[in-house]
């Protein structure tokens, strides 16, 4: 069973994140960036694919040099190798562009599973996974909070309101996750030192066959024409209570159309 787990770096959504007024992306380079939270799942669960049917865990990002840390990651908690898409002219590229350069890289692996994360934080689309079943021929099992893989099958449950559906999808398949599907493990001693050893290989555009004047900012589909920082705090309202602070309260909340 040969896997490959889609990997994102993004800014850490715990510390305070910006935009960079040079080109309104967001400002990477000085962020304190951290595996994309919701990636880290869907690594768990590759290695729990692994562990039941053997075979090996590949971990593919597009990212700068610094990505390299969010590999790193992946390979201590138990991914076999990883390969790195890292080219200057993919920076500012939008969904639809990284999901080619992702299908061209896909499309140089084999594998048997795609498992990726149902979003990134740091833009929270969720359309990664579809967009990489479109362009490659696959079907696609999204939102999964549990998977099973079975004689050529894949199988998931997907949440919904009070209960879940069952889908299914013969192989090769891409598999999206979210955080209830498992617990990703800590990396051990020995998985990080172990880390340092595993093949990462590197490649550009020209090695995945992409003309770089299909990806970049210029190039994009979407931009951020205009951003501002969130406002100050303003006042509180207080509110006394006379008697009938229940019903000032109410009024407060219809008057901001909460209720």
């Known amino acids: 069973m040969n896997i490959v787990v889609l990997v994102k770096q993004v800014p850490d959504s715990g510390s305070e994140r910006k935009m960079d007024p040079a080109d309104n992306t967001v400002a990477r380079a000085a962020a304190d960036n951290v595996v994309n939270e919701i990636d880290e799942y869907a690594i768990e669960e590759a290695l729990v694919v692994k562990e039941a049917q053997g075979g090996e865990v590949t971990v593919l990002t597009v990212g700068p040099d610094s990505a390299t840390d969010a590999i790193r990651k992946a390979l201590s908690m138990g991914a076999d190798k990883a390969v790195h898409v890292s080219d200057e002219a993919i920076k500012g590229s939008d969904a639809v562009q990284i999901s080619a350069v992702l299908a061209a890289a896909l499309g140089q692996l084999e594998f048997d599973l795609v498992i990726c994360g149902a979003e990134a934080t740091d833009s929270q689309m969720s359309v990664m996974p579809a967009l990489l079943a479109e362009r490659l021929g696959l079907p696609q099992l999204s939102g999964a909070r549990k998977l099973t893989v079975d004689g050529g099958v894949a199988k998931i449950e997907r949440q919904t309101d009070g209960g879940y559906w069952a889908v299914e999808a013969p192989l090769p398949a891409i598999v999206s996750t979210w955080d209830t599907i498992n617990e990703p493990r800590y990396p051990s001693f020995k998985g990080i030192m172990a880390a340092k050893k595993k093949p990462v290989e590197t490649k550009t555009l020209a090695d995945l066959g992409l003309d770089a004047s299909t990806v970049g900012l210029a190039n994009a589909t979407t931009q ?4 501002a920082g969130r406002p100050p705090k303003g006042e509180g309202v207080k509110v006394t209570d006379e008697g009938d602070g229940a ?13």
Do not use: E
Not at 224 to 227: E, K, T
């Open 224 to 227: 951020v024409v205009d951003f």
């Open 247 to 259: 019903q000032k309260f109410v009024d407060f909340l219809a008057g901001q159309k909460i209720v």
